[in-house]
């Protein structure tokens, strides 16, 4: 059974990047068909899909962020890892790492749900001076 846990500062000031990590054990991070996604929900609103990358590497983001995020793999230690650049307020959330099946993925971008795919556990991150 594939389990997914985030990591990485629970504080970050504006401005900075804030990257979080996945580690993944399991699964494997290269193995079809899957996409493995960052969700987060800011306090008091719903679920917002951030972006994924796919089992070959390919990238997908929020366009209305695209300039400023970023994901990244390790294929070697099965990890994948969200960057948030020129981080504000608004960037404090809950962040989820998700493992979403392909054929779940096109609704799930426009309303990620929990009933769907397989999640790790959040982490809290504040965006603060």
């Known amino acids: 059974q594939v389990q997914l846990q985030e990591s990485g500062p629970g504080l970050v000031k504006p401005s900075q990047t804030l990257s979080l990590t996945c580690t993944v054990s399991?699964?494997?991070?290269?193995?079809?068909?899957?996409?493995w996604t960052w969700v987060r929900q800011p306090p008091g609103k719903g679920l917002e899909w951030i972006g994924h990358i796919g089992s070959g590497g390919r990238t997908d983001y929020r366009p209305s962020q695209l300039s400023r995020l970023s994901i990244s793999r390790d294929t070697a230690k099965n990890q994948f890892t969200l960057h948030v650049s020129s981080v504000t307020p608004e960037d404090t959330a809950v962040y989820y790492c998700?493992?979403?099946?392909?054929?779940?993925?096109?609704?799930?971008?426009?309303?990620?749900?929990?009933?769907?795919?397989?999640w790790g556990q959040g982490i809290q991150v504040t965006v603060s001076s």
């Open positions: 998700v493992r979403i099946d392909w054929a779940q993925t096109l609704r799930f971008k426009t309303t990620p749900d929990r009933d769907f795919g397989s």
């Open positions: 399991g699964g494997s991070i290269t193995t079809d068909p899957y996409y």
